[in-house]
């Protein structure tokens, strides 16, 4: 089964997010921000297995390379570890958000296709959202009506070959516009 990428693009986001305060921390010259920083990169870690994404085994590198410091003799302990920080940081930024771009391309390519999908539904007029009627059925309908009709089966293919049904159907249901139906 495919993944599903409004989950990648969502929990990656998430620890994107958390970034921000460790920098913060950096800054302050605040030790905290080495055992935040561990704690972010196992966590990130984490949910990149959970995902099944490879790229996990970035995070447990630069993990084992900030626990394995060490510092040179007569330098600033504290100052070469948290510049030894910053350093993992920005690299760890940089591997999540190139994981993150590429997931994220994707699903805006999707969202593309599929307002265009939409488009083409709201100019035939056939389909009314009764208020009373189950959201997500009608999604699914809707969805339904446009995977088998012979002359939208080239753009659902290609939305298919983005992302997965499941994510189609969030999408959808974030993009319609009931007004225009």
């Known amino acids: 089964m495919r993944k599903s990428i ?11 997010n958390e970034i921000s305060p460790i920098a913060d921390q950096i ?3 605040s ?17 990149l297995k959970n995902l099944n994404l490879p790229e996990s085994s970035k995070f447990s590198v630069k993990r084992s390379e ?4 060490i510092p040179s003799a007569g ?7 948290l510049f030894l920080t910053a350093t993992l940081l920005t690299q760890a930024q940089q591997d ?14 999707a ?13 035939t007029n056939e389909f009314k959202y009764d208020a009373n009627e189950d959201f997500t059925v009608f999604i699914h309908d809707l969805w339904n009506f446009c995977h088998q009709h012979e002359q939208l089966k080239g753009i659902t293919g290609q939305i298919l070959s983005l992302v997965n049904k499941s994510d189609v159907i969030i999408i959808m249901a974030n993009e319609i516009d009931l007004e225009n139906l």
Not at 6 to 16: A, Y
Not at 32 to 44: A, G, H, V, Y
Not at 111 to 123: A, F, R, S, T, V
């Open 6 to 16: 409004t989950k990648i693009t969502s929990d990656i986001s998430l620890q994107l």
């Open 66 to 69: 900030l626990s394995a410091f």
């Open 75 to 81: 330098g600033s302990k504290k100052k070469e570890h």
């Open 27 to 29: 800054q302050k010259k």
């Open 111 to 123: 969202k593309k296709l599929i307002n265009q999908l939409l488009g083409l539904l709201y100019q």
């Open 31 to 47: 030790t905290q921000s080495i055992r935040n920083f561990s704690n972010w990169l196992t966590t990130t870690e984490d949910v």
């Open 96 to 109: 999540l958000w190139e994981v993150f771009t590429a997931f994220n391309e994707k699903l805006e390519n």
